[in-house]
């Protein structure tokens, strides 16, 4: 491809990506991430990255694969992405993220990425950023965005009349963690909520959760939310939060965070 | 007592300190410049030092707060940059900047005595924020360096437009590790306060359409040197995005329910 149309090439991607989006957005609507439940979110990531190392294969022989591996690619894609972040952050409407033209312009940028990450896969040490950087990335964007809709996130409001055995997630389902909370006291200075445990068969017991200072159960990380006090006695609001991607997204930023430390202390890769 | 009642000051004792290290600098007398300018910033770190143990928390939660730090980072990242590549005009460009921001503290102060909220009560928040404003340091100075650039693309010899895009483009490297730690810093804070490390939140969503700007102006530059007009303004665009994602948002209707708007 020739030096100065490749840039050109990529914008034009883009721009069918994102009338291709149009058309979908138009035909069955915005895209439900939480159908991507598991496992066909794991099924998803598998058949993601066994493409991309099969589409490899063929990289030297194909343009437009090389191509896709190439900072020639990496540059429209990153400045595309940018724009429609841009856009989502001037219109600030939530349902951007699952808006397909928005969906396919991430996609696009992130298998550019993952591409490039497989050609350039060399564990010798002056690789080393390189990999840290984008391999973290590619990971935090690849199961943020699958592992999104194992997510779970309910709402428990506790008082101080008796245990709380039930919580609601966002479209007002019910549902029974398994145990019981009740509100002993809340501190409105420091936004403390004191709270008592119970479990069925064991001795309550007594935690403490307060904003920034969430609290581990049964798998449930409990997080301070809301308060009110309606004259005839308080209610807390608690968050109860799982969210089992969460491991492989922290690896992810711990990479990207390591590769910018070691951005501080190289120096920029030398020009081709 | 440090506050903001006498930082009238330290103010002047700064603008003078760092006045005298451009002048010295345009005089080339580097050392006597050097140690000017870091006479202003001892005088600046020393305030802001008061104003931190009087309060007994970091002051970084009011604009007028982190404005302080700004000027206090544009001018080390002024000085770092004038003492390894030795542009005469870099004393002078980071001593505006950093009065404008001095300025803007004098004439609307913004002093906030309440307890911090129970949200910022984290030890994220100062890292967070520092980091931040090392990096919006840092990127300010590129886009000074790519206005000049602008300007001195048909007047100056092509070596030394070289030399200076390679200064932005190092700046530009520093300042997006510097963008990386503060996004990522923040991920793992909101993680801890609000149980999930991105909601797109107004602030969050500029942020990431800044990174990603940087990023394609890094990349460009890597592929395609010869496209230096190009890159600059790309340059420009990713400061004017950052520009939103630190004080533009507020202005935003969109932005109204942000958990960055206090």
């Known amino acids: 491809m020739g030096q100065g149309k490749s840039f050109t090439a990529g914008f034009i991607a883009i721009a069918a990506l994102a009338t291709v989006g149009l058309v979908l957005q138009l035909a069955i609507g915005p895209l439900d991430w939480s159908i991507l439940h598991w496992p066909g979110n794991a099924m998803a990531l ?53 808006n397909w033209s928005f969906i396919l312009i991430y996609a696009f940028m992130t298998t550019s990425l993952g591409l490039t990450c497989i050609k350039r896969l060399s564990f010798r040490l002056h690789n080393i950023p390189f990999l840290l950087n984008h391999i973290g990335l590619f990971i935090v964007l690849v199961c943020a965005a699958l592992g999104c809709a194992d997510r779970e996130e309910l709402k428990m409001v ?56 969430p609290h581990t159960l049964e798998g449930w990380k409990i997080y301070q939310s809301g308060y009110d006090n309606y004259g005839d006695g308080a209610v807390s609001i608690l968050s109860l939060v799982r969210d089992p991607w969460l491991p492989a997204v922290y690896a992810g930023i ?16 030398a020009r081709k | ?46 305030f802001i030092a008061g104003l931190w143990i009087s309060s007994g928390i970091p002051p970084l939660r009011t604009m007028g707060e982190t404005r302080l730090w700004y000027s206090l980072f544009l001018c080390m990242a002024g000085l770092i940059v004038y003492s390894r590549h030795g542009y005469r005009w870099i004393p002078t460009f980071s001593t505006v900047m950093s009065t404008v921001f001095i300025f803007i503290n004098l004439f609307k102060p913004q002093i906030h005595t309440q307890p911090l909220m129970p949200a910022l009560q984290s030890p994220w928040f100062a890292p967070h924020v520092i ?45 997006l ?22 909601t797109w939140d107004p602030k969050e969503t500029w942020a990431a359409a800044t990174w990603m700007i940087y990023l394609g102006y890094l990349h460009l530059r890597l592929s395609r040197p010869e496209k230096r007009k190009a890159a600059i303004w790309i340059l420009l ?26």
């Open chain 1, 254 to 269: 711990f990479m990207m965070l390591a590769g910018a430390v070691t951005l501080l202390l190289t120096k920029r890769p």
């Open chain 2, 237 to 262: 665009a990713a400061f004017l995005s950052l520009q939103m994602c630190w004080w533009g948002i507020n202005f935003l209707p969109s932005a109204a329910g942000s958990v960055h708007t206090y």
């Open chain 1, 46 to 98: 598998t058949a993601f990255i066994t493409i991309l190392a099969i589409v490899s294969i063929w990289r030297e022989n194909c343009r437009a694969i090389r191509w896709m591996a190439s900072l020639d690619a990496a540059v429209p894609s990153l400045l595309a992405t940018g724009a429609v972040t841009v856009i989502y952050g001037i219109t600030g409407n939530s349902s951007t993220i699952s």
């Open chain 2, 1 to 46: 007592m440090i506050g903001w009642n006498i930082f009238i000051y330290f103010a002047a004792a700064a603008v003078v300190f760092w006045a005298a290290g451009a002048l010295s600098a345009w005089k080339g007398a580097s050392k006597v410049s050097l140690a000017a300018s870091s006479a202003g910033m001892l005088s600046l770190c020393t």
């Open chain 1, 158 to 213: 506790v008082n101080e009349a008796h245990p709380q055995w039930h919580a609601v997630d966002d479209r007002g389902f019910g549902y029974t963690p398994g145990f019981a909370l009740r509100l002993d006291n809340f501190s409105e200075e420091k936004f403390i909520s004191d709270l008592t445990v119970y479990k069925p068969e064991a001795d309550p017991f007594k935690i403490k959760v307060s904003v920034n200072h």
């Open chain 2, 131 to 175: 980091v931040y404003m090392f990096c919006y340091g840092l990127l300010g100075a590129a886009t000074i360096v790519g206005l000049y650039l602008l300007w001195a693309e048909s007047r100056k010899p092509e070596e030394e437009l070289r030399q200076m895009i390679s200064t932005s483009d190092s700046l530009v490297r520093a300042g």
């Open chain 2, 177 to 198: 590790a510097f963008m990386t730690f503060g996004m990522l810093f923040g991920a793992l804070w909101a993680k801890q306060a609000w149980g999930h490390y991105w």
